[in-house]
């Protein structure tokens, strides 16, 4: 029955794990271009836009007339903040985030199907540059973790190594080739954090226990350095029919640089602490397709749809972790594997749209993402666009998406895992405002938009600790130019 017990928690666990990993790598960023940026990408049923058809709506590729070239430059500011912690990162001074070139074949006089369209296009979907940092007063420590996975695993303390007649602790070289030892675990009793008891609170059985007293006040501090991109590269193709009707397919192709820092420390009323630091590198690349719909019934009314399918990934991860209490230190190997049956959820766009007559026009649109063995997500978002003077116009736009109930998403590292990230993050909420100018002519768009983000995360030193409450702000500058004939 125990065995049962723990091969379904097991299960259970790299399930979970698995989803974190998708969360982490499915979130997208509202940034493209500025036009986009500026109406919080409101735009599925507005269409002509390159960053839309990418990202929500490949049939708004069928309003194009014209051959068309765009390049975008983007700017982000990070601050995040948590009990007086504050950190600042600033990158990306105007780099490149979206690029395209649009394509479009205009049919014979007469036909119903007015032009076939196709563009090839860049779009970067995340900037996961950034530095935040908390601190915190608790009762728990990452010890107990370390010998709860110990415990539940039934290793024993000949697994890890040894203590010699002068009580000099030692680790065997070849505890990480065991399958029945967790890497955390080793890190705990390499460091003399996770000790030995045969016999505790009268108990025969011979168990681990933490280091720590209960009911200890315990100094937690972590600090998590993220960089890298998640970028996409696409061929879209669209039908214009009677120029009311527009049908889009696309392909997408995108990849994964991330690398991950994390120093957490705690310290302990007598004095003593544990320092644990942990590397995570992945680097993956998967494709998906889409298709979509936009219609114009009449002069005033658009809607449209766009539906991406479940992306078929390969992800790459490579990591090591280092763990210190002053006097004892010890450090695992690199470990480097593959997953190839990463998966990013399905993702659907409804939208609709007002045209005001020649003043501009009102968007409205719904999110929904489909994730496996998480909570699905919604958003919201609207955007509006006014043209002030002929070929000048202002856009702005705010975006939701909807609270993540805490406690949904908790990362449970199996008892003999060998990765040791116990860090992970809850994203409660997202709210993004923005606002935008351009101007239209014969043969160049140039546009601006800034946007603000706001977002409440929960960081978890650890699946059992509580959640340093935290607050996200990012600023962003997009500049977009267009040239068309």
């Known amino acids: 029955m125990k065995r049962c017990s723990t091969i379904l928690f ?23 271009t500025a036009r986009y940026v500026g109406m919080s990408g409101a735009m599925t049923a507005i269409g002509g836009d390159p960053t839309s058809a990418v990202l929500d709506n490949p049939a708004g590729l069928g309003l194009y007339q014209h051959l068309e070239a765009s390049i975008t430059l983007d700017l982000q500011l990070d601050r995040t903040w948590q009990n007086g912690v504050t950190q600042r990162e600033h990158r990306n001074y105007f780099m490149p985030s979206q690029f395209s070139f649009v394509f479009p074949f ?88 996770m000790q030995w008891d045969a016999v505790q609170l009268g108990s025969t059985d011979s168990t681990f226990y933490a280091y720590h ?76 397709a889409s ?20 992306a078929a990934c390969t992800m790459r991860y490579s990591h090591y972790s280092d763990a210190t209490n002053g006097e004892l230190s010890i450090g695992t190997p690199e470990n480097r594997y593959t997953d190839k049956e990463f998966r990013m959820p399905l993702r659907l766009s409804l939208g609709l749209g007002l045209q005001l007559r020649e003043m501009g026009l009102l968007s409205f649109q719904y999110n929904y993402a489909h994730y496996k063995n998480m909570r699905d997500v919604h958003s919201l978002r609207v955007g509006g666009e006014l043209v002030f003077i002929d070929k000048l116009y202002l856009n702005a736009g705010f975006a939701y998406e909807m609270e993540r109930p805490q406690g949904d998403y908790v990362w449970f590292i199996q008892p003999t895992d060998v990765r040791t990230d116990t860090e992970f993050t809850n994203l409660y909420w997202t709210k993004n405002a923005s606002v935008g100018f351009g101007y239209r002519g014969k043969y160049m768009i140039v546009q601006l938009a800034y946007a603000l983000r706001w977002q409440r995360i929960g960081l978890f030193p650890f699946d059992i600790a509580e959640p340093f409450n935290m607050r996200t702000m990012t600023h962003r500058m997009a500049l977009t130019v267009a040239f068309h004939m």
Not at 13 to 22: C, G, H, N, P, R
Not at 228 to 234: L, R, T
Not at 246 to 275: A, C, H, M, P, Q
Request: charged share 20%; aromatic share 14%; proline share 2%.
């Open 10 to 32: 097991s299960i259970l666990a790299l399930q979970i794990a698995v989803a974190q990993d998708v969360a982490k790598f499915a979130e997208t960023d509202i940034i493209g």
């Open 106 to 193: 205009r049919t014979d006089a007469g036909s119903r199907i007015v032009s076939h369209n196709l563009m090839f296009g860049y779009n970067r979907l995340k900037n996961y540059n950034r530095t935040y940092a908390a601190s915190v007063n608790a009762n728990t420590s990452i010890t107990d973790v370390m010998t709860e996975m110990a415990n539940l695993a039934g290793t024993v303390r000949d697994d890890y190594g040894y203590k010699d007649a002068s009580g000099d602790l030692y680790v065997y070289d070849d505890v990480w080739d065991n399958p029945n030892v967790g890497w955390l675990t080793a890190l705990g009793y390499g460091t003399d954090r």
């Open 213 to 288: 007293l209960p009911g200890e006040v315990i100094r937690q501090d972590a600090t998590v350095k993220e960089t890298g991109y998640k970028n996409q590269f696409s061929l879209d193709y669209a039908m214009n029919i009677d120029d009311q009707w527009y049908v889009g397919l696309g392909l997408n192709i995108f990849s994964v640089d991330y690398d991950k820092k994390v120093y957490y420390g705690e310290t302990y009323s007598n004095g003593t602490y544990l320092d644990l630091d942990h590397s995570l590198v992945c680097k993956g690349a998967g494709v998906s």
């Open 291 to 310: 298709l979509g719909f936009l219609g114009r019934p009449t002069r005033w009314l658009r809607f449209g749809f766009g539906l991406h399918t479940p």
